[in-house]
């Protein structure tokens, strides 16, 4: 073997093979950031639809009240009448406004998540609170699917129900996928006839 010490500076890989040097790396990236997101049905966010255009109507209503004339009905009763209010008509549609908008983000926010790990359930409960709940792939042992939705079989003996989303089909397919590779036992239930 030559002395490279004397030659100065050291040839690398690429001048001396004349191609560009390539690694294989046990990471792969475009697994690490599968996440796919499934909203909840229309039919849930249509209320929180109507109660943020009915906010938007308020908040509106109030900004053409102060911009109007002294003599007009609405004025005088949006601007005048703020007089005898304990709560000025800008702050209380301001408040309804900002209720509206985080009713509308807050129905975004249901759904299920399904990820590398695991799954992941958006609800909501009763008096507005969320609830999540995760499921690792290992801690599920089988899936019971329909038409309707996915439940989940866990290792304890216990069963979940996922909620509704809004693309059912899609969820369950990428379900029965990801299961597939988890090996988790799938159960597809046929659509009974009317």
Request: net charge negative; proline share 5%.
């Amino acid at each position: 073997m030559p002395e490279l010490a004397d030659e100065g500076d050291r040839p690398s890989i690429t001048e001396v093979n004349g191609t560009v040097a390539r690694f294989e790396m046990a990471y792969n990236a475009e697994n690490e950031t599968m996440r796919v997101a499934f909203g909840a049905p229309l039919s849930q966010r249509v209320p929180s639809y109507l109660f943020l255009a009915l906010a938007i109507g308020v908040a509106v209503t109030v900004a053409m009240a102060h911009g109007m004339s002294a003599n007009s009905t609405l004025f005088i009763w949006v601007v005048e009448g703020d007089r005898g209010r304990p709560l000025p008509a800008s702050v209380l549609s301001t408040i309804i406004l900002i209720s509206g908008l985080a009713t509308a983000l807050r129905s975004h926010m249901r759904g299920v998540i399904v990820h590398k790990d695991g799954i992941e359930a958006r609800y909501l409960l009763a008096m507005g609170m969320p609830r999540i709940r995760k499921w690792a792939w290992p801690q599920i042992h089988r899936m019971v699917m329909d038409d309707e939705g996915v439940i989940l079989e866990l290792w304890d003996g216990q069963y979940d129900r996922l909620p509704d989303v809004d693309r059912g089909a899609d969820m369950a397919n990428l379900l029965e996928g990801m299961a597939s590779r988890h090996n988790i036992t799938v159960t597809r239930l046929k659509k009974l006839a009317d």
